[in-house]
T-cell receptor, first 113, second 112 residues
């Protein structure tokens, strides 16, 4: 039981490049979330999903796209990376609306130059 | 827009001292969680409080949810170096959209 895993752990991109971050969970959770963490700003929700095939926008969705084709996976895409997207990205999952407890992955540190 | 402000932002104390971290908002939350985050890792849930006025204890940590479910506090008794980390509160939206609002964080350092 690995919990929530994220791939890759580190990445450096040049402005304008694209990439996809992969999040996988093996806990059969319905809900999955992508956050970014910046110094002094806590965690901000980018996009979230309440089930396979569904996605919704969070607080800071601009410049990001997501897909949830399989229940266990939640992908975060950057189509044209910008320096403002330099951050640490965390994926999280939770079981149901009755259980608000989120389980987080180890994070992906992304630098855009 | 729901916001959660934490205070203090930074705290450096000696081992054995007590401390309290506050999490405040003008919005009502259906529940509130406290997380601790170590460098290079994701946040790990410490506790969830659901009922206004609720108090939960986890060894030397005491968590309280405000009566109006707008604020919360975390009190640590006799802090130890192992308590060092970033403490985050997170409120669950009452709008039923399964969104969580995270506080700005309190970075605690306990010196031996």
């Amino acid at each position: 039981n690995a919990g929530v895993t994220q791939t890759p752990k580190f990445r450096v991109l040049k402005t304008g490049q694209s990439m996809t971050l992969l999040c996988a969970q093996d806990m059969n959770h319905e809900y999955m979330y992508w956050y970014r963490q910046d110094p002094g700003m806590g965690l901000r929700l980018i996009h979230y999903s309440v089930g396979e095939g569904t996605t919704a926008k969070g607080e800071v969705p601009d410049g990001y796209n997501v897909s949830r084709l399989k229940k266990q996976n939640f992908l975060l895409g950057l189509e044209s990376a910008a320096p403002s997207q330099t951050s640490v990205y965390f994926c999280a999952s939770s079981y149901s609306e009755e259980s608000y407890e989120q389980y987080f992955g180890p994070g992906t540190r992304l630098t855009v130059t | 827009t729901q916001l959660l402000e934490q205070s203090p932002q930074f705290l450096s104390i000696q081992e054995g001292e007590n401390l309290t971290v506050y999490c405040n908002s003008s919005s009502v939350f259906s529940s509130l969680q406290w997380y601790r985050q170590e460098p290079g890792e994701g946040p790990v849930l410490l506790v969830t409080v659901v009922t206004g006025g609720e108090v939960k204890k986890l060894k030397r940590l005491t968590f309280q949810f405000g009566d109006a479910r707008k604020d919360s506090s975390l009190h640590i008794t006799a802090a130890q170096p192992g308590d060092t980390g970033l403490y985050l509160c997170a409120g669950a939206s009452t709008s039923g959209t399964y969104k969580y609002i995270f506080g700005t964080g309190t970075r605690l350092k306990v010196l031996a």
